[in-house]
Each structure stands twice: as structure tokens, then as C-alpha cells.
């Protein structure tokens, strides 16, 4: 994380802080509420946490959600284009592929990861980096307060509520190389005791050069995505919002047949909370989510459909007794998804997934200087194994000096597995075939890690170091089924519970600020990934050894302001699940660099670009190179905020 932010608000004026009020001010924003489900400042946190917030966001020049995660330690983030049109992939901790499996994401708390293949449409979420408040990252298990997919780590993507007071207007907009439109508007305001905000963004892309060579591929995009977040306090004691939003996208697909495929997708939410005297409070959080999405167009047999709908219940409550020495998180949540698809299940379209957990978070202060934290939870699915899963973790942190502390975890975590992987049949073409497994087990990783977090110089410097090692066990593995020649070629395959893998690791940071507006950073990640079956492509190799990552922000003066992100990752090897493709990725530098001018309070211009040190390089086996792209645009509020 990089602590940029150079403006404070008061009684709905905006003003700079001072130097002693800006170090006051940076210890107040370094809480997180994703560790534990409660609010936390980050060093009394047993994990290793990483937080973006706003003005990170505006200052990096990042033109894709993904990108925000790409220079931050222990991220492995790639441009990948999946076989339905989806642009890219976020890991935690190694195994970046098309859809990462062991990484639960959540958008306001409310998990996103769709059911087919326990992956995240990153690209489609109907959000753009103009709504979102901060980014929290818990690198490492959570599965106790998070359920599955929480194995190796949880991102935490936070929106923004509306500020009180008159209504104020937002406009963004920026144009740049590869035909890259986009714009976004948004209109927040409040009368009493409710506020709101409203936001809609359109972005427009063409292709990515071809691997093979050609300037353009098939994998343009054009999107509208629309984001509403309502809330309404009626008292000191309640807060109840309201969440509601929808993405549309037309995108191409790389090297495919049909190359054009088409999304849509509304949810809402509602979200409670409920203050019971002073030390309770109740929660309670309902969502639906319904999404169409053509699949598979990059297959001979033609493009088809799915669609999911899906419902999220939950309800948690927090106590905290004994002069705050004790807290405890509790609660209980259910999912429910129906998903129908004539291609992927051919023969029983109509598919559905169930999951349902209650879980348990207990930390208790033992003296001024140690603190343990541990945490159960049950869960249970329709999905593959009948048998419930126990995930649980328990973790010290040891506080001997004032500005250093130590911390050390152990988990177990599981992950369902996908419908997808239980459930398939579908027929790839004349000859090749995929059916589903209903005997798929849940991967079981167990997790160690030890960590050091700590500042220096008058808390200028700020230093994060995490050591970890987990074991995956029942990874999923294709296989061949049945084969057969003559008189006409036809594989059968099928996913069984068949491999092992091993992912060690280090994990250090250093950030330096000099003031509110002027900061540096540097980040180091070693990973190392070993495997049953040696499957190179898709697990062994596919994790750069090396991950180096550095920059700055500065006020420049004269309304002038800069940032710059460089980035170096090792060579790997990676496959393409979905097309059976391997590439080997050489090593590469990227450099992302900003410059903005502040015309007025209210208006600035700026100009970005991304990959500035090569015309491109490749990131993924989907036939294409990741190029060099710039953009300019400005940005100009209206209102009195």
C-alpha cells in the first residue's frame, strides 16, 4: 500500500492537512474489517493484510481492477483471456489460470465467485475503479469466517457510500491507443438521514496484437456496468442498506470460431446492521444475482448459454466483553445457486449448487503484549462428496516492542469443487469429450506462517515480512476416460481427485513516506510450487519463482502530481485449462507511469500509460501478447463537496 492521500474532509470543505495531522491521520485509516468480520486497526491483525484505498486508486493510472492488485506483494495477475471472452486472472499465494480456485472474493461482502467454475468474472463485475472506497487483501487462509474458495487468501472490495450533504457530480473520462474509450459518471447526495449513490461507466477496448503475429485480435470489448448504493440510518443503533447494480458486455474471444460473446448480469443486495447496547451488534446481509453469459465460443460445436441464478443469506453477530480483552464473531450462511446450461450438462441442463456454513471467531487479549485468535467452521454441499468439511485456524501475535510485533497461524481450509468438475457433459467437438465426476472431493490446504510486521523512523518507514508453506491436497486432474479409434476417433475425459502440491513462500514490503503527498514502496515475492504429477503447466510451473515490484507518488508542485510502478516477473510456464494450450511466459519489466494537473479543486487532467518498457510481451497462453497502451482524459466534479 501506498499512503497517498493529501486532503482532509471537514464540515464538507476540503483542506490539506498538516504534517503532524497527516501521520494521525494515516494511523486512523489503517483499519480493516476483512480479517476478523470487525473492525481492526492492521497491527492487530495475526495475518498478513494489504489495503488500496481511494486515492492509491487515482494515483496508479490503472485502467482495469486487476491491474490495481498487479504491483502489490504476493499477487500473481495476469491479462488472460479464457475460452468465454473473460479478460483476466487474479491469484493469491501462486496458481494463477483462468479461473483461480482458492481465492474468495468478496464486493461489499457479498461473495462473486460463480459456481461452474469457482472462478471470477473480473472483468464483468458491475463496478469501475471510480466506485470503490478501498481494496482490503488477506493474503493466507480465512476459510473459518469465509467458507470455501478462502483457502490461500480473501479480497475484500469495498464501494463507496455517498458523502452527506448537497448533491455533487462526478465525471470521468479518457481516451487512448487500441481504440480504448471509457467514461464514468456518478451523482451522490443525501436528504436527512439517507444518502446515496449512483454511478454508470461505459468502456470500450479493441483487441490485444496476436502472438502469431497482427496487430489485432478478436478479444474487443464493450461494456456499460451501473452501480447504486443506498443507505438509510434511522437511528445511532441501525443502519440499513441497499445495494442494486447490473453489467452488460459484448466482448470477442480469442482464436475463436463464434467470436463474439455476450453477458448480462443485475443483482441486489440488502445489508442490516443493528446495534444491541454497547458491546453487540447484529448483521444481517440478503443478495440475489442473476447473470446470462454465452459459453464456449472458441469450441467448434458452436457458442452456447448458461445462466445462474443465485441467492447469499447470512446473518453474524459480534460481541465484545471485558474491556474489549474478548471478541467474538459468529454466524451462519447459505447459498443457493440454479444453473442451466444445454452444452455444459448436455442431458440434465438443469444443475444446482448448495452450500451452507456456520462458523465461529474468538480473540482473546492474554497480556499488554500477546494476543490468540482462533476460529471453527462447519460447512456442507450438494457438490461432490456428500461429507461435511470442518475448516479451522488458530493464530498468536506477540507485540514485545511498541512498533514491532510477530505473528504465527495454522489452518485448514477447503475448497467444493466446481459444477463443472462434478457435472460436465459436454462435447467439445466430433472427437473430444468432457463428463463430470460426482465423487470429487474438496481440496483440503493446510497452511503454516510466520510473519513480522513492524515501523521505524518516527513511523516514516514501514516494514511486512510473511513466510508460509501449505500443502493442497485432491487437487483436480483431467484424465482420459475412454478412447476409442476405429472406426471413428472419440475421447471421453474426466476430472478425478488425482494430485498434490506443495507452494512455499516469502513476502516482504517496504514503504517509506516522507509526507502525506510524497511516498515510496518496494516489494519482494519468492514462490515456489512442487506438484504430484508434475504437471508443469498447470501447477508446478505456471508461479514465477521472483516477483520484484517498486514506485513512488509525489506532489510535484505547481498542481502537478506523478506516480510510477515498476514491476519485474520471472519466466514461467503456464497452460490454458479451457484450450489445452502451453506457453512458456520469458521474463519481463512493466512500468506504469501518471501525470495529473490539477487545473482547479475540481478539475484535472492527467495522462497514463501502462507496459511502457516493450511494444508487448505474453502473459498467457490464449494466442495474444499484452501491448503498450496510453490514455489521457480528465476529471471534473460538480457540486459543493
Known amino acids: 500500500m501506498i499512503l497517498t492521500a493529501g486532503l482532509l474532509f471537514e464540515q464538507g470543505r476540503v483542506c490539506w492537512a498538516t504534517d503532524d495531522d497527516a501521520f494521525q491521520f494515516f494511523q486512523e485509516e489503517a483499519k480493516v474489517v476483512t480479517a476478523s468480520r470487525r473492525e481492526q486497526s492492521i497491527k492487530d491483525i495475526p495475518a498478513a493484510v494489504d489495503v488500496i484505498t481511494a486515492e492509491d486508486i487515482r494515483v496508479s493510472g490503472a485502467t482495469t481492477l486487476w491491474d490495481l ?34 481465492l474468495q472474493v468478496l464486493l461489499d461482502g457479498r461473495s462473486i465467485y460463480e459456481p461452474i467454475s469457482t472462478g471470477v468474472f473480473w472483468d464483468k463485475l458491475p463496478i469501475s475503479t471510480e466506485d ?13 469466517l469465509y467458507g470455501s474458495g478462502a483457502g490461500l487468501g480473501v479480497i475484500n472490495i469495498i ?101 463474439e460473446a455476450k453477458y448480462n448480469d443485475h443483482f441486489e443486495m440488502v445489508k442490516l446492521s443493528q ?44 460481541w465484545q466483553w471485558d474491556q474489549n480483552k474478548l471478541n467474538a464473531t459468529y454466524g451462519f450462511n447459505y447459498r443457493h445457486a440454479d444453473v442451466n446450461s444445454p452444452l455444459i450438462f448436455a442431458g440434465s441442463p438443469d444443475q444446482k449448487m448448495e452450500l451452507w456454513s456456520a462458523y465461529l471467531n474468538q480473540s482473546f487479549q492474554v497480556s499488554h503484549t500477546v494476543s490468540i485468535t482462533g476460529g471453527v467452521s462447519f460447512e456442507d454441499s450438494n457438490v461432490g462428496s456428500a461429507d461435511s468439511q470442518q475448516n479451522y485456524q488458530v493464530a498468536s501475535l506477540w507485540s514485545p516492542l511498541e512498533h514491532h510485533s510477530f505473528y504465527v497461524s495454522y489452518a485448514v481450509a477447503h475448497t467444493v469443487p466446481s459444477l463443472f468438475g462434478t457435472s460436465a457433459n459436454n462435447q467439445f467437438n466430433q472427437v473430444l469429450r468432457s463428463v463430470g465426476n460426482p465423487d470429487l472431493k474438496p481440496q483440503r490446504l493446510t497452511s503454516y506462517e510466520i510473519g513480522h510486521r513492524g515501523d521505524a523512523m518516527d513511523k516514516h518507514l514501514q516494514m511486512n515480512t510473511s513466510l508460509y508453506y501449505t500443502t493442497i491436497k485432491n487437487i483436480d486432474a483431467t484424465i482420459v476416460q475412454s478412447a476409442v479409434f476405429f472406426p471413428q476417433p472419440s475421447i471421453t475425459l474426466v476430472t478425478a481427485n488425482l494430485d498434490e502440491a506443495i507452494t512455499r513462500g516469502v513476502e516482504t514490503e517496504l514503504k517509506y513516506l516522507f509526507s502525506l503527498t510524497r511516498s515510496v514502496y518496494m516489494n519482494y515475492t519468492y514462490e515456489h510450487v ?24 509525489s506532489d ?26 502451453s506457453v512458456a511466459a520469458p521474463a519481463y519489466w512493466r512500468l506504469d507511469l501518471r501525470l495529473a494537473y490539477a487545473v482547479t479543486s475540481r478539475l484535472e487532467l492527467f ?35
Open 69 to 102: 492488485l498487479r504491483f502489490r506483494v504476493g499477487m500473481d495477475v495476469l491479462d488472460a483471456r479464457a475460452n468465454d471472452g473473460t479478460r483476466g486472472s487474479v491469484a493469491v499465494r501462486g496458481f494463477p489460470q483462468e479461473y483461480v480456485h482458492n
Open 132 to 144: 470503490i472506497e478501498r481494496i482490503e487483501i488477506i493474503r493466507g487462509p480465512n476459510a473459518t
Open 159 to 259: 464501494t463507496q457510500k455517498a458523502l452527506k450533504g448537497p448533491a455533487t457530480a462526478t465525471i470521468k473520462s479518457f481516451g487512448g491507443n487500441r481504440k480504448t474509450v471509457e467514461s464514468s459518471e456518478s451523482l451522490e447526495s443525501s436528504v436527512k438521514n439517507i444518502s446515496y449513490r449512483v454511478s454508470h461507466t461505459f468502456d470500450q477496448q479493441a483487441g490485444f496484437p496476436l502472438a502469431s503475429g497482427g496487430d489485432n485480435g478478436t478479444d474487443f470489448l464493450h461494456s456499460n456496468k451501473a452501480n447504486t448504493r443506498i443507505t438509510w440510518t434511522p437511528s445511532k443503533q441501525t443502519d440499513l442498506e441497499l445495494f442494486a447494480g447490473g453489467s452488460w458486455q459484448d466482448n470477442g474471444v480469442a482464436g475463436a470460431t463464434h467470436t
Open 275 to 318: 446495534k444491541i447496547g454497547m458491546y453487540s451488534t447484529v448483521e444481517l446481509l440478503s443478495s440475489r444475482n442473476n447473470y446470462i453469459t454465452d459459453v464456449m465460443p472458441a469450441y467448434p460445436s458452436g457458442t452456447g448459454q448458461y445462466s445462474v441464478l443465485q441467492y447469499d443469506e447470512e446473518i453474524l453477530q459480534r
Open 530 to 553: 512442487s506438484d504430484w504429477l508434475q504437471d508443469r503447466g498447470s501447477i508446478t510451473q505456471n508461479t514465477p519463482a521472483h516477483k520484484i515490484n517498486f514506485g513512488a507518488v
Open 556 to 581: 510535484l508542485g505547481h498542481g502537478f502530481t506523478g506516480s510510477v510502478n515498476v514491476g519485474y516477473k520471472d519466466h514461467y510456464y503456464i497452460t490454458s485449462v479451457g484450450r489445452s494450450v
Open 607 to 641: 495522462i497514463a500509460g501502462q507496459n511502457l518498457t516493450a511494444n508487448e510481451h505474453i502473459e498467457f497462453a490464449d494466442g495474444l501478447t499484452v501491448p503498450r497502451t496510453y490514455q489521457g482524459g480528465l476529471s471534473v466534479k460538480f457540486g459543493s463537496h
